[in-house]
């Protein structure tokens, strides 16, 4: 019977066959010097290149390593909950492939861990490699969302974090579809501490986190742990509304004292109702930002599709292609029982 693991590392991996051995070599190094088994959780999160081969290698050779394939690219956050689905550690550590977070430093937070925290997070000290635009607006997004969100969500860290079981069975049990990890793992609670480190530039390969994705990020942190975009909507409206009334008594002394040809034209009436139209699009959208993600949750599909996993036992290997976690509906067969 195998060694159940003490640790559990979680890494997603997305077109990362140029950091994929590295990351392997560095991570032995490191775990193996805890002197406590430990497991090695590699999530193929719809890989286009060599990764999914390359880490079928090294499950097929490392029987700490273990290998869950997705049916699809479900994104990034997805990936990590599937790991955490996944781990059976008492501790679970998250890390990126690209090795821009440094193992080593989780020695550092098995230590914290072990001091009695529940939560060990990577603070971000210095960015190397990144161009100033990418730096501004980093350090924009997490100063917003600690300032408007519902909970304390450190600045200047990502998912690189420890998590004690008790953490992860929290996690495990938050099967909402726009996912926001850091801030999940913060509305948990329990002991949280950090430890900062220098963010090194990739290894290899390019970003998976270009303008686009960024901006779907930072709306899901935003519409997931906070409402102040929608509360936003009643200072806004007030504030024109006051100017509407200020506007009247206002335009109607300048008429009596320069004439009637004061404000005579269209021209400031269609500027007006331009203002007023996108501030009403606007808000809208954000309405509707909220509305889509309550259909998500409605559907209730799975989280993410398995194709395949490597290095777990049977029992594991034989359970469906799902996401295990979610909740079976009344009604449902979850393939595993007839119905009736």
């Known amino acids: ?3 159940k693991p003490v640790y559990s590392v979680v890494a997603p991996i997305y077109n990362e066959e140029g950091n994929i051995d590295l990351l392997y070599k560095r991570m032995v190094t490191v775990m193996d010097s805890t002197g406590e088994p430990w497991e090695l959780i590699l999530v193929n999160d719809g890989s286009r290149d060599r990764s999914p081969e390359m880490i079928n290698e090294l499950a097929a050779r490392e029987p700490r390593i273990k290998v869950v394939h997705f049916a699809r690219n479900f994104g990034h ?5 599937a790991g955490i689905d996944h781990a059976a550690g008492e501790a679970v550590i998250l890390i990126d492939a690209d090795l821009q977070d440094p193992p080593e430093l ?3 937070m098995i230590e914290r861990w072990k001091a009695g925290f529940q939560v060990v997070y990577a603070v971000r000290e210095k960015r190397i490699g990144e161009s100033w635009f990418k730096l501004f607006t980093a350090k924009l997004f997490y100063r917003v969302i600690y300032r408007i969100t519902d909970v304390d969500i450190p600045v200047d860290t990502g998912d690189f974090r420890l998590m004690d079981r008790k953490v992860v069975d929290v996690l495990v049990r938050m099967r909402e579809h726009n996912r926001f990890i850091r801030g999940m793992t913060s509305w948990a609670g329990f002991r949280q501490t950090g430890v900062t480190y220098v963010r090194e530039a990739r290894h290899s390969g390019e970003t998976k986190y270009p303008l686009s994705k960024m901006v779907r990020f930072a709306m899901d942190a935003i519409t997931s742990f906070s409402y102040f975009p929608l509360q936003i909507m009643v200072y806004v409206s007030g504030a024109l509304g006051l100017l509407a009334l200020l506007a009247i008594p206002l335009v109607a002394v300048l008429r009596l004292m320069l004439g009637e040809g004061f404000f005579g034209g269209q021209a ?5 109702l331009l203002l007023m139209s996108s501030f009403q699009l606007f808000f809208l959208f954000i309405l509707g930002q909220y ?6 949750e409605t559907r209730n599909r799975p989280l993410y599709v398995i ?10 290997a034989a359970s469906p292609p ?3 976690a979610a909740p079976i509906p009344e009604g449902v067969s979850d393939g595993r029982q007839p119905f009736g």
């Open 1 to 3: 019977m195998k060694e």
């Open 77 to 81: 956050q997805t990936a990590v909950t």
């Open 322 to 324: 799902i996401d295990e």
């Open 307 to 316: 194709a395949d996993k490597r290095g777990f036992e049977d029992a594991a």
């Open 268 to 272: 400031t009436t269609i500027v007006l």
């Open 291 to 296: 509305v889509a993600r309550t259909y998500d």
């Open 106 to 108: 989780i020695l550092d």
